[in-house]
Nanobody, 120 residues
C-alpha cells in the first residue's frame, strides 16, 4: 500500500504564492509520475501538472508560466510552486502517483486533497 500526504494549502490573496508538497510513503517500488490535479466546486477534476522520474514536466495551459512542479526522487516527494495566483485557481488540489508496489502491483494512488483559496 502507498500513501500520499499533501500539505501547503491555504488562503492567499490574488498575486500571491503557495507551495504544495506531496510525500509518498509505504510499499513503494517505483513511482511512474507524480502530479497535481485540482477540482473546483461544480467542476470536473483537471490536470494541473505532472513530472516523470526523469524530470519531464507537463502543465495545463492555464498555469504555464505561473506554476512549477518538481520532484525529489530520493524522498518520493513532489512539489508545486504556485506564483501569481488568481481567484480561478481556487480549488481542492490532489496529488496523484501511479506506482508499483513492492509486490509488483500497479495502482493509481491519490492523496486526500488540500484546499487552495485565492481571495482578497
Amino acid at each position: 500500500q502507498v500513501q500520499l500526504v499533501e500539505s501547503g494549502g491555504g488562503l492567499v490573496q490574488p498575486g500571491g504564492s503557495l507551495r504544495l508538497s506531496c510525500a509518498a510513503s509505504g510499499s513503494i517500488r517505483s513511482i511512474v509520475t507524480m502530479g497535481w490535479y485540482r477540482q473546483a466546486p461544480g467542476k470536473a477534476r483537471e490536470l494541473v501538472a505532472t513530472v516523470t522520474s526523469s524530470g519531464t514536466t507537463n502543465y495545463a495551459d492555464s498555469v504555464k508560466g505561473r506554476f512549477t512542479i518538481s520532484r525529489d526522487n530520493a524522498n518520493n516527494t513532489a512539489y508545486l510552486q504556485m506564483n501569481s495566483l488568481k481567484p480561478e485557481d481556487t480549488a481542492v488540489y490532489y496529488c496523484n502517483a501511479p506506482a508499483y508496489t513492492l509486490r509488483g502491483s500497479f495502482y493509481n494512488y491519490w492523496g486526500q486533497g488540500t484546499q487552495v483559496t485565492v481571495s482578497s
